[in-house]
């Protein structure tokens, strides 16, 4: 039987109380013993979380720039050094394969990190002829996500690189100090917080990790996290979407789609026809208290399908809530509709895209 895969951080989060998780071949931490406390500190203050598992591809060769957007829904041409783009990796139909993140090096040099592990075959399929090589680097690149409203004023204290000047969607295309280690700056993160990433060298993630908890970040785990992203409306991949399933219209991604002719990519002619009359739209729904539904339930409209709840948490400031995918007719803020669950349905009323910061503004400030 093949191990599952550990991070290079498993021990030191093992030592520290660590609860952890085999999911589809991957150990993943729960919880460092009170999820609880650590979203309230996430909220309100500063938490770090291993973010091992995202799969971090070095793409070069003067193709790089063209093969990556023939995939990629966002804009990659015209990314400067230092900045990275959010968006979809689709098919010729215009569904989602996965989404992720492209950061833009200086010349022909891209990284790009997704969800999943077929970028580089997709990539492949799709760039015949192209000069470019594609390398997977998760396991040199571990990445430590610290988050939360004094996760600037924190990292302050560690650094000299002038994190106010690091605009939000930017990094370090050099590697800078940080607590004494060299590492890369992301002003990324997966919180609806302030936050930042740190990518060190792999024989130095667990000394990252240990200065960071001296200069008082808390470690946290998935379970917090999850509260957190799904507040939100963050997606993750094979829950809020199955890939090869739904568009970026479906998951709420329509911003992110460049349909304006200047960044061609694959399914950009599907999508357009679906951009003029999107059949479905994404949202949180506001759940009765009582049982929670499971993922995947079944969200129904006068006594009819009318979508798929995709993500339910019980959060402690907005209480059962949940992302869905909905009919857009049935997509209205204020409506109700009925969620099914073991014992039969409960009712539900759909809100914003997001619970938390709808402007997204807190991960600018």
Same mark, same amino acid.
């Not at 009170?34 to 770090?48: I, K, N, P």
């Not at 060769?61 to 023939?70: L, N, P």
């Not at 605009?167 to 607590?179: G, K, N």
């Not at 669950?341 to 997204?360: E, F, H, N, R, W």
């Given at each position: 039987?093949?191990?599952?895969?550990?991070?290079?951080?498993?021990?030191?989060? +093992?030592?520290?109380?660590?609860?952890?998780?085999?999911?589809?071949?991957?150990?993943?931490?729960?919880?460092?013993?009170?999820?609880?406390?650590?979203?309230?500190?996430?909220?309100?203050?500063?938490?770090?979380?291993?973010?091992?598992?995202?799969?971090?591809?070095?793409?070069?060769?003067?193709?790089?720039? %063209?093969?990556?957007?023939?995939?990629?829904?966002?804009?990659?041409?015209?990314?400067?050094?230092?900045?990275?783009?959010?968006?979809?990796?689709?098919?010729?139909?215009?569904?989602?394969?996965?989404?992720?993140?492209?950061?833009?090096?200086?010349?022909?040099?891209?990284?790009?990190?997704?969800?999943?592990?077929?970028?580089?075959?997709?990539?492949?399929?799709?760039?015949?002829?192209?000069?470019?090589?594609? %390398?997977?680097?998760?396991?040199?690149?571990?990445?430590?996500?610290?988050?939360?409203?004094?996760?600037?004023?924190?990292?302050?204290?560690?650094?000299?690189?002038?994190?106010?000047?690091?605009?939000?969607?930017?990094?370090?295309?050099?590697?800078?100090?940080?607590?004494?280690?060299?590492?890369?700056?992301?002003?990324?993160?997966?919180?609806?917080? &302030?936050?930042? %990433?740190?990518?060190?060298?792999?024989?130095?993630?667990?000394?990252?990790?240990?200065?960071?908890?001296?200069?008082?970040?808390?470690?946290?785990?998935?379970?917090?996290?999850?509260?957190?992203?799904?507040?939100?409306?963050?997606?993750?991949?094979? #829950?809020?979407?199955?890939?090869?399933?739904?568009?970026?219209?479906?998951?709420?991604?329509?911003?992110?789609?460049?349909?304006?002719?200047?960044?061609?990519?694959?399914?950009?002619?599907?999508?357009?026809?679906?951009?003029?009359?999107?059949?479905?739209?994404?949202?949180?729904?506001?759940?009765?208290?009582?049982?929670?539904?499971?993922?995947?339930?079944?969200?129904? +409209?006068?006594?009819? &399908?009318?979508?798929?709840?995709?993500?339910?948490? %019980?959060?402690?400031?907005?209480?059962?809530?949940?992302?869905?995918?909905?009919?857009?007719?049935? +997509?209205?803020?204020?409506?109700?509709?009925?969620?099914?669950?073991?014992?039969?349905?409960?009712?539900?009323?759909?809100?914003?895209?997001? +619970?938390?910061?709808? #402007?997204?503004?807190?991960?600018?400030?």
């Amino acid at each position: 039987m093949t191990e599952p895969i550990k991070s290079v951080l498993y021990d030191v989060q +093992a030592a520290q109380g660590g609860t952890f998780e085999d999911y589809d071949g991957w150990i993943w931490t729960l919880s460092m013993g009170d999820s609880l406390g650590e979203y309230e500190a996430l909220r309100s203050d500063v938490v770090m979380w291993d973010v091992y598992g995202l799969v971090k591809w070095d793409v070069r060769g003067s193709g790089a720039i %063209e093969a990556v957007q023939r995939i990629f829904t966002n804009d990659v041409a015209s990314l400067e050094p230092g900045q990275v783009r959010y968006g979809a990796f689709v098919d010729a139909a215009g569904a989602i394969v996965d989404d992720g993140t492209v950061f833009g090096h200086s010349g022909d040099h891209l990284w790009v990190m997704t969800n999943g592990t077929t970028f580089a075959e997709h990539l492949a399929a799709h760039s015949p002829g192209l000069d470019v090589t594609v %390398e997977n680097r998760l396991h040199e690149m571990p990445l430590i996500s610290v988050q939360g409203p004094r996760s600037r004023e924190v990292l302050r204290g560690l650094t000299d690189l002038d994190l106010g000047a690091l605009r939000y969607f930017r990094f370090t295309p050099e590697p800078v100090d940080v607590a004494g280690i060299s590492v890369h700056v992301l002003h990324t993160g997966f919180s609806g917080e &302030l936050g930042f %990433e740190l990518i060190p060298a792999r024989e130095d993630a667990a000394e990252l990790w240990t200065r960071l908890g001296d200069a008082g970040v808390r470690p946290i785990g998935f379970e917090a996290v999850e509260i957190a992203r799904v507040e939100a409306g963050l997606i993750i991949h094979e #829950q809020d979407y199955l890939p090869g399933r739904q568009t970026p219209f479906d998951v709420g991604l329509d911003r992110l789609v460049r349909l304006d002719g200047t960044a061609p990519f694959l399914g950009a002619d599907a999508l357009r026809a679906v951009a003029a009359d999107p059949p479905n739209r994404f949202v949180t729904l506001h759940l009765a208290e009582g049982e929670l539904p499971e993922l995947g339930a079944d969200v129904l +409209a006068g006594g009819e &399908l009318a979508g798929t709840l995709t993500s339910p948490v %019980e959060s402690p400031r907005f209480g059962p809530i949940g992302l869905a995918r909905l009919r857009r007719e049935v +997509a209205v803020e204020g409506a109700r509709v009925d969620v099914a669950v073991a014992s039969g349905t409960i009712t539900a009323t759909v809100g914003l895209d997001c +619970a938390y910061d709808p #402007q997204k503004l807190r991960p600018r400030s």
